[in-house]
């Protein structure tokens, strides 16, 4: 009777169990089938020498691809303006993300769900028609050139774009709404009366912020960061088109590499660096939040 | 000496008044309810109190004192909400002394408040846990620690017993009882169980609709429920509509329910005769026999239904076409009655109460 009962428990759980393996099922399938062999055979292409005469690969196994990118100058600069523009443009997201998310999410009453889908509407247009909007606006002969030069009585404004202000201003154009709906997410989930209470406790509105509203808000500072983050360091089309050839981002050196130069295996070498970096940011990072003062949000 | 006073305060959301001038004035030391259903102004007016609502108008003073402008945090004033509202991400020790910091309280001082106000809601020893490492009347324990432990002038309790379970509320009740005795602390709470409010506070007030129907001790809304939305809120009633038939001396009433049911009162009545009145008699004053007595009231019925409740038994008659319902307490001599069977009911002058239509 009870070895049933504990058989009946155990087949119950188990089949609880299952149900997310189930449902992951389609996906997984379509990762291993497609994705993941493909990844497979870029990392081993990326272990090959390329014969930059005959411009053939060539099947001998060599770190070469990986030591040449840590050792020219060229790339490493690559490498370091990549994580600058990348932080950066986290760093800004972050700090105009949060008071827009706290702004449409406190102050925004019933109007709430229209500020939602304002933010969201650049979304319905492509990076690259977006990109082409900034150059309309802020090209030479745009809107912003034309009225600098009526203000300042000069015929050489200063130019915020193709230059790194015009790579960052276009990333974060693209990717604040990734930013604003993880915090959104993440304030939507903070008991209102905890602010209350804080309040109530003697804490100024400020202070109930930086105690109570901030710490609880960490888990979507973290996603939308990470987001934000990741997605610069990979990006291509906007420093591609915002850049004026000045601003080589890393994924627009995969993509020289590999269409240009035909250089498949350091294409795919720097494919790696760049996938084993955002790897290494996002673990450790999140590690480090969960081990910090309020780890205990993440849980 | 008047320690919270309430003067024509009103508040209203949009085209909702919720509150409707509310005038109260509560002593130094005095435990008040407002008690009330779901949106009859009870919360938002704890809420006014706290400060966390404008008010559209009226005053609200502490100590003679006019603090609508007053922000929550410098109103010293200690709040107990209804799903106790514990910071999740600071520990037990860190939210009972939340208050203490802002405060700027020195560390050690810290400490030995915080364990103090711990010991004092029975609950020591946890100051490292956090919030959801604690069961529900743990964390209520620690909620009402933490509105305690910086000396509030006034604490106000949001539904404080409604998120536990009965057995839980019952304990957390008598605590309630006893930790109000010992601190003798200004105490405003609200409710929506009648219960709770006849038992934890010395006064009563009914809301309903934005506005206080009644505001008395304990036993007196219970008793003499001054407008019928009060009647029906506390507590059952049987109501029987009816005519006013004499009225004689010394209050006494005779109102005609029925041909032949005539309920005798005198509990008085000011209008005149053939006025329409309703009149209405607790089912626990309402008594079955197996003879007729000499009672005031006393009616001949049948027992249509019973209900067993354990500590209760209701019994369900019909007085001059009218379903009433008469409570017997389940002493144990078992009223040897059942279904269907030919009954007496009687009840006092005293217990027929007479209210306008």
Redesign the interface.
Known sequence: MASAKASVATRRRARVNLLPFFLLLPVMVVFLAVFAPAVIHIFLQSLWKFDSFRLAIVRDLTAANYVKFFTDAYYLNVLWLTIRISLIVTGISLVIGYCLAYFIFYRGGRFRTYYVLILLSPLLVTVVVRAFGWLLFLGDNGLLAQFLKFVLRTDSPPRVIFNEQGVILGLFHVYLPFMVLAILGSLQRI?I??P??????????Y?AFT??TL??SLPGVFTGSVLVFVLTMGSFAVPFLLGGGKVPMIAMQVYEKELVFINWPFAGAMGFILLAIVGTVIIFSGRALERGK?G??FQ | MIHVELQSVRKTFGSVVAVNGVNLSIEKGETLALLGPSGCGKTTTLNMIAGFLDLDDGNILINGKVINNVPPNKRNVGMVFQNYALFPHLRVYDNVGFGLQMRKVPKAEITEKVKRALDMVRLPGVEERYPKQLSGGQQQRVALARALVFNPDILLLDEPLSNLDAKLREEMRLELMDLRRRLGITSIFVTHDQEEALVLSDRVAVMNAGVIEQLAIPTEIYEKPKTGFVASFIGEFNKMAGEVAEIGSGGAVKVKIAEGVVIKSNQGYGGKVGDKVQVMIRPERMRLSLQATASDNSFPVKVEKIAYLGMVIRYYITIGGVRCVVFVANRGDRLNIATGADVHVEWDNEHSLIAGL
């Open positions: 008991d009366s905890l209350m209470a804080a309040r109530n406790l003697g804490a100024s509105a202070q105690r109570v710490p609880l309020y205990v949000v």
